[in-house]
């Protein structure tokens, strides 16, 4: 929801710190980039477990995600095939935040259905882009990318304030499961509508 309706006024914020990188990078390497960071800042916590750190860390690794989309219009070099890899590399980091998560709680059941959710969201979109055209701006939907990304980073906040007993990561993971379930049903119901219009 944050990104289809502000979208295009967080994304020239990111020009400026884009600006050093395109000098050196391209786009698509900014984003393989991203996804090695998330990599990186998960396998950490897997070693470390202190969840604190991997809520700074997930979170300075997605905002360094949002870097190729600038440094694609510093460069002139948006392609399709730039939008289809970050596409496909956000996937991938969402998979690899998850699995963390699941592991260190121990939550694999939550993980399974929250990634299977968010994959879901995604998918419901895509597909009907493949039926008719999509505005990428007219699916304004409950849980995307970018609320779940924060959703995480405040659950590893909350874990670290009230300590690992608490167990509030499989919990987070619960919730996060039905929030992206209800958002790919949201977003199917839409896509009915479209494409019951078009006939």
């Known amino acids: 929801m944050i990104d289809g309706l502000f ?9 400026a710190p884009a600006r050093p990188l395109a000098r050196v990078f391209t786009a698509n390497q900014v984003t393989l980039m991203g996804l090695g960071l998330i990599a990186l800042v998960s396998l950490a916590y897997v070693w470390h477990r ?4 991997y809520a700074v860390g997930l979170a300075i690794a997605f905002s360094a995600d949002s870097l190729d989309g600038a440094v694609a219009r510093i460069r002139r070099e948006s392609s399709k095939f730039g939008g289809y890899l970050d ?3 956000d996937r991938y980091q969402e998979m690899i935040a998850l699995a963390a998560l699941a592991y260190v709680s121990d939550a694999w059941a939550a993980g399974y ?3 299977s959710g968010a994959f879901l969201t ?4 895509a597909r009907a882009a493949m039926e008719t055209k999509v505005d990428n701006a007219a699916w304004p939907d409950l849980f995307e990318r970018q609320e779940r990304i924060f959703f995480i980073c405040l659950a590893l906040v909350c874990q670290s304030l009230v300590g690992a007993h608490a167990g509030v990561i499989p919990w987070a993971l619960w919730l996060l499961a039905i929030l992206t379930h209800l958002t790919a049903a949201q977003r199917f119901l839409r896509a009915k509508k479209l494409l019951q219009e078009k006939g």
């Open 7 to 15: 979208k295009k006024y967080i994304d020239p914020l990111w020009e």
């Open 50 to 53: 202190a969840p604190f750190w």
């Open 87 to 89: 596409a496909i590399a």
């Open 113 to 115: 259905f929250a990634l």
């Open 122 to 125: 995604s998918y419901m979109k």
